[in-house]
Structures are given as C-alpha cells and as structure tokens.
C-alpha cells in the first residue's frame, strides 16, 4: 500500500485494512465451506474484486478479467483467525530478542495497548499465514497484573500498518497465575476486580483533566476499562476452574453490559449449561487434558465437544509461533467429540463473532473481506496444507524465512559455502 | 577385561553367576587366592527392573493395514500376539483354538511408539515446584544423578501417553547441564514403583547439553557463561573420565595378574562416564545448532565415544550429511521453533531430510501434550518432506516412531517393529495413524491390552486423579 493511499484512507476515516491488489480472482470449482447459514457448497465459485468477496455461489459466470484459480477436488475456507496469540509483539521470547509480550516492569495494567507494538516485519507473518490463517488476535502475553491490557486484531497481509482494529478488547487473568498477580490468592483478586470495574463505572461520566480530583486508579488504566464496563470492548477472561467461571457468571450478573469471553476454560465443561445460559464465548486449547495444576484436575479431550453441545460458542487457537497449529488442535478436538463444521468454525466465524468482527471476517459471502485459502483437502487434517492464500484481495506467496531455509539446504551438495546460495 | 566382559554380560543378560565362573575360569591355578583380596566389583545395576507385564491372551487382530515398522506395509493384513510375543504376521494367519480375534477391517496396526525424549514422572503434573525433578541444576557436570530417582509413577502423563499409543519411552534429566545425569528407559506400564516400569535389560542414557541453556542457567553461577565455555566444560569431564577409566583398567588387569592392587576409589559421576567411554552408556546430546553439533562430534572423536543421538536436532537438515556418515540419530520435533535463538532456524522439513540423508531420524515429544500425538508429528514431517518433493512411505515414516528410536535406545531387538519373536508392543488404530482423526484403540504392552478404548470401566487412573475431578473421563 502506498503512502498516498494510506493518507487518503485515514482522510477519508476509513479503515485501513484494504490491500493494494487490484486484481480480479475467481476461485473455481473448489468445496466451499461458507461458513455461514448457506453451509458447504461443492464445485462451487467464489469470486474477489479489489479486496472484497464479490460473489460466492453454484453457478457463477466467470468473465475474462478474472485470474482464474482452479480448486477442483480442493477445499475452500474463510481465511482463519488466530483467536487469542501474541503475534506481531515477539520474535524469540526466551533469553532473545524483540520482544514486546513482556511488559511485566510496566506502570500500568489496563491501559497497556499492544497496537502501538506490533510490527509486520516479524518473521511469524509469513510463516504464520502461509498455513492459513490471514488475521489474528494479539495482546500482552505477561504482565505484573491481573490486566493483560488491551490487544489488536491483526491483518497477516502485505500492510506496513497491519493493525486493523486497535483497542479491540481486554484481557483479564483471574486463574491461579491471575491470583498470584493479585496477592497471591483469589480472595484478593475479586475484590481487585469488582473494584477496578466499579472506578471505570465512576468514571465513564469524568472528563479527566490533570485538574481532576481522582484518587483511584491511574487514570490511563480506569480511562481503559470504561468501554469494558459499557460493554463496547469485549473482555475476555482466562480462568480454568469451574468454580472461577462461576465467579465469572457471578460479575457478568453484577456488571451486565460485560462483553464477557473465557479462556482456557480447562474445566468449562463442568458449566457448560451455565457458560450457554450466560451467553459467553470460548477460546481454549482443546487438547490440553492434564491436571497442570489443580484448578485443571478435571481437564478432558471432551471439553470444546461438550461446550459445543451446551450451544457454546467454542473458538480455538491459543499460541504465538505456532498458532498455525490450531488447525490441528481443531482436528484433535472434532476427533474427541466438535462436529466437523464447529471444529471449522472454531478458526473462522467463532472468532470473529468474539471479537466484533462478523461483517467483516470469518466467512464467505459477498461483502466480505477477501481473505480466502484454498486447501489441498480438509484443513484439520494433519497431512494437508494450503496451495493458495488470499489477503485482502491479495494472493501472498507460499514462502516464509523457513521456506527459504528449506530451499537453501535441500542439496547439501555445492561448491561454495551456504551463503551463496540464495532460493 | 573383566569390566567389558560384566558390561557386555549386563546387558546381554548372562547372569552374573555365570559371569563369575567366567572370570575364574583358567586362572584359579596362576593366582594364590590368599594373596588376592576379594575384587571389587560395581554393581551396574544397583536398582534392577521388578516389571511384570499385563496377563496376556493370545490375540489374533485381523483385516488390518498393517505398517511393520521397519519400512514395510501389508494390506488385508493379520498378527498374533502369543505369550507377550509376536507369534506370526501377515496374510495367511490361521487362527489357533480359543485366541481372541480382534476383527480389524478398516483399521490400521502398528508397532507401538517409542518415545525416545520424555521427561514424564521427572517433571509429572501437576507442574507444582515440588514436582520439578527434571534439572540437578547446582553444577554444570552432573554425570552422578540418574533420572531414575526422580520419576513419580503417579504422574497422570503415563496414562495419557499411552492412549497415544506409546509403549516405551526413555525419561531423560532436563537440559540445563553440560552433563545431566542418566537416563532410563521404561515401559509405559506404571505401577507401584519406578523399578516396576523400567525396560528389562535396557541400556542406560547419558544425557548432555549444548548451547543456550548451560550458559544461561551457569552464566552468572560460575560458568560456563560462553559456547566455549561448555565445550571446556566436556572436554575436561572426559579427560578425567578417561583418568579414572584407566585406574579402573589397571586394577582389573593387575588383578587378573594374580597381583593384589588396591581398587581405586569410587565415584559416581565417573561411573556413568567411564561407561560411556567402554560403550555401555549411550549419549544423548541436547543440541540445536548445526555448527554446535558438528563440534561435539569432533568432542566425540577426540575423546572416542560414540554421541548415539542429538535430541531436538532443530538445525539437524543442515548437517545431515555428516550425522549420517557418523551413525547419529536425530531426535526431533516436527514443527517446534524459534522459542528461543537456537531454535530460530527450525523448519517444517527437517524430519525428512534428515531422512533424505539417509541419516536416522527420530519423531521425538519433549512434551507431556506431544508424547499422546507422536503419529500426528510424524504425518505432518512426512507430508512437508512430500510437498517439499521428498518421496516418503508412511511405512517408511513410521520407523521414525519405532524402528529407529528403538534403535537409538538399544532396545531393537526386543521392541520397535513387528517381527516374529518381538515383544508384543502393537497398536490398533481406528484409522489411517496419519489421520488427524485416528485413535489408538487397543493397546498392547508385551502381549497384554494396556489400553481398551472401547472399555471406559478398564482404564488406568493415577493415584493422583482418584478422588479427584475428573476421576476415570474421557481424557
């Protein structure tokens, strides 16, 4: 995207996720998992003009202009949606280097704002998106409060400005690990957060000055739950034991404009029926089934299969390098008990639902931005792989740092060093 | 020598009355036996297996895919398992009177997995501190310590591992030393004790570790803080490994002698180095970096010892030319990266052109969630290498779940494929193991049906889980 453009989108107060392509792409004869009402339509057409989904369909003629892509005996998925990753705020965590997860030395909590972070020029772009997913979900990963802060949904697309949506929602720990922030027990951590929710109510209705009389908390973090407390920003609460997620029902009862999601959820099925009947949504990792600690005793492959049963909404994908790997955390969890189209949608239309983002994302139909991957066979499966991702309109190469890496050291066999070897 | 021939007898498993008469045999003339004290022998084997297996039934699985693992795949396939042994495979089996027949059709069988990288029972859930056993991280050679005295056969990861399929798996100590201690290799059978599952007649493992975590964990503790610093460190621990090899050497032959020498003093740490340095331990080397690993293996030389496996192997793809002319194995992950510097350059082919090297390649876990879904790790190896134009079986791909860690563990000839007279470790999946969506559904450990998925009533439960949220789910 050029600077041009840039400027005159922001101008024009628009968002600036639009990719530059103006190409026209027909994608042919695939099975297209719609991921909407319409459901899977076979040998079916999908047409992109500039960086939306113009049609989506049985018998749609496709004119001259279009790049045709054919994806007979393929499958065609919405591009999926990391639902909860650090990505774009970490190259190499561990005694490494670019790392922006961290901010457990920071001043404040809740005001921590991870779009001001996030860069493209992360290698995880392209190793990210060319196994399909096309956006995700980023915030903080630790911090010295029970407040992750505030994440950003992420485009995985050529932009130089890849956030599309900063301020996008706000993490909350009340699990072991959120307790240990919070004093060290769970008997602190509630009162801590009723307490911050109950000052972000009082100051919905303040215009802060640095005149303004306000003893609370710092005003950046209070200022940052007011949307949670209206329910404008979705927050999303990691917690695993039934009993917390009680507790969490409990302050949706209390403060009901919450926009409320759980994460982790390790014991969510032993709610399930009260997590349906609170209307919350779910991100967690399916496959975690080991009592880590025992706030997860009774952790089970079962879990996404039985929330998905009590009408949850499940979304899965919780990892930054490999978030790619969701795919198959889908798979094991459709293996274990998620019908096949939850476990698609646990990637697609589950996550965007969560975020806000359903008009946008996470299925086909026309309107929709075009972020579209063409499988060799069904995704969830271990053994196939994308042969085609379109973002914004735009058709990304298959190739990553990795890729390269590959490319340089399939044959051992040269006469100069590595180096000079370029794929 | 006296001390190879009780190595070898040890893990061939001649009994040690034998070996005694062997000792003597021809020398009892030479010597005055009241000139000699009483050798001094050690016990290499101080903490000996109780396994007992499952009570058997002789099976008859049927209509089966059928990967041996060692390279081959018969369709419409049929195997007995007879007194914890397999009894015959393939396609003409008749049925012997009262067997049990497991009608199979559509499904697949497998030798059971082998997981050559576990840390299950040293580092058990729940991961409280008081759990982490894994890391003797007070010195950076700690060649004394055995992994064995660290495993909690409680640990819940037991149980899962084997609805994954794995029979076997070796349990390693954590990576933060130059030298970590022994490993040990057990069946995934827990019982009362850790000497109730460990592998009769195994080979111990000696676990070392290259790179980042050595200097990290030493950095500000003493050393080594550099990569320099931990290759100083293997070396100087060989060279007096070497120094009291030869003390050892020299006791037995002066005794042999009909001499009266003093036995030198013992030391543990030396113990387990000297044993690999007479070939009875084998070294497992934590190593990410092509260029590190290529240093150890001039360590390896300059010192004559034999690295069986690099574990993790991250940057395996680019050497691996040279661990095949050198016999090493890989132990690897399918997809892991980038984690940490030294894992920067992990790639999605690594597992098939280590193989495209003809070099051995092993689908290792490292993991208490990737031990239950080594087949998965290995699929997506194989269908990378494929689409990276490296023609690959699955039968092929799956030596890097049996044949070959069973290999790098010195337990081949017992367990790791399906060939008459093999201890009956197999596997019935429910599908194509390379699925997504295949589940192991019986598994049998030396004949006996460890894990019935089809039977919630007999599944195993820890101590730790009795009681407990949870107890006896679909886990």
Known sequence: MNKTLIASIIAAGLSVSAGAAAEKIAIVGGKVHTMTSTGTLEKATILIEDDKIVKVGKDVTVSGEYRVIDATDKVVTPGLIGAFTSLGLVEVPSYGSGVDANASKAAISAAIDASYAITPDTSLRDITRIEGFTSVASAVSRTATIFKGQGAIVTLGNDDTPVTKARAFMVVDVSESGASASGGSRAALWVELRDALKQAQYAQNIRFTPQTEWHGLPVADVKALVPVVKGDMPLLVVAHRATDIRQVIALKEEFSSLNITLVGAAEGWRVADEIGKADFSVILNPESNLPYSFEQNASTLANAGRLNEAGVNVAIGMNTHNIRLATQNAGNAVANGLPHQAGLASLTSSVAKIYGLEDSHGSLKAGMTADVVVWSGDPLEVMHAPTNVIINGEEVKLESRQTKLRDRYLSLESDKPVQYTRP | ?475
């Open chain 2, 1 to 475: 020598m006296i001390n190879k021939t009780l190595n070898k007898a040890l893990f061939t498993g001649v009994s040690l009355l034998a070996l005694a008469t062997l000792a003597g045999c021809g020398e009892a003339e030479k010597k005055d036996s009241k000139e000699q004290d009483a050798l001094v022998e050690i016990n290499k084997d101080p903490f000996p297996s109780t396994y007992k297996p499952l009570p058997t039934q002789t099976t008859l699985i049927t209509n089966v895919t059928l990967l041996d693992g060692i390279g081959g795949q018969l369709e419409d396939a049929s195997i007995l398992l007879e007194n914890g042994k397999i009894k015959a495979v393939g396609n003409d089996i008749s049925a012997p009177e009262g067997v049990k027949v497991v009608d199979g059709e559509g499904k697949w069988v497998t030798p059971g997995i082998v997981d050559a990288h576990s840390h299950l029972g040293v580092y058990a859930t729940p991961d409280a501190h008081a759990h982490s056993d894994g890391n003797e991280m007070t010195k950076p050679v700690t060649a004394a310590v055995w992994a064995e005295h660290s495993i909690w056969p409680q640990d819940p990861g037991f149980r899962r591992a084997l609805a994954g399929g794995v029979t076997s798996l070796q349990i390693l100590p954590g990576s933060a030393n130059l030298v970590g201690g022994r490993s040990v290799t057990v069946k995934n059978l827990p019982n009362r004790t850790m000497q109730d599952m460990k592998f009769p007649d195994a080979p111990y493992g000696l676990k070392m570790a290259c790179g980042e975590n050595p200097k990290r964990v030493y950095g500000k503790k003493g050393g080594p803080m550099t990569r320099m610093g931990n290759v100083a460190g293997y070396r100087q621990a060989w060279i007096e490994a070497q120094a009291y090899k030869e003390q050892w050497d020299k006791y037995y032959d002066e005794y042999d002698a009909g001499k009266n020498p003093k036995a030198p003093k013992r030391d543990l740490a030396k113990d387990t180095l000297a044993g690999v340095l007479d070939g009875d331990i084998l070294v497992h080397m934590h190593c990410y970096r092509a260029d590190e690993m290529v240093v150890m293996i001039d360590v390896m030389k300059e010192f004559d010892y034999q690295i069986t496996s690099f574990q993790h192997g991250v940057e395996a793809y680019k050497i691996a030319d040279k661990l095949a002319e050198n016999n090493i194995c890989s132990a690897m992950w399918a997809d892991w990266w980038g984690f940490k510097m030294e894992a920067y350059d992990g790639i999605r082919e690594n597992i098939p052109m280590v193989e495209q090297a003809n070099a051995c390649a092993i689908v290792h876990s490292d993991s208490d969630q990737g031990i239950q879904r080594l087949n998965q790790e290995a699929a997506k190896a194989l269908s990378d290498g494929r689409r990276a134009g490296i023609d690959i079986s699955k039968a092929k791909a799956w030596t890097w779940l049996s044949a070959n860690p069973a290999k790098s563990l010195g337990i081949f000839d017992k367990t790791g494929s399906l060939e008459v007279g093999k201890n009956a470790d197999v596997v019935l999946w429910s599908a194509d193991p390379f699925s997504t969506y295949a589940q192991a559904e019986l598994v049998y450990i030396d004949g006996g049906l460890a894990f019935d998925r089809t039977n919630p009533e007999s599944w195993a439960i820890s101590d730790f889980e009795l009681g407990q949220a949870g107890e006896g789910d679909h886990k």
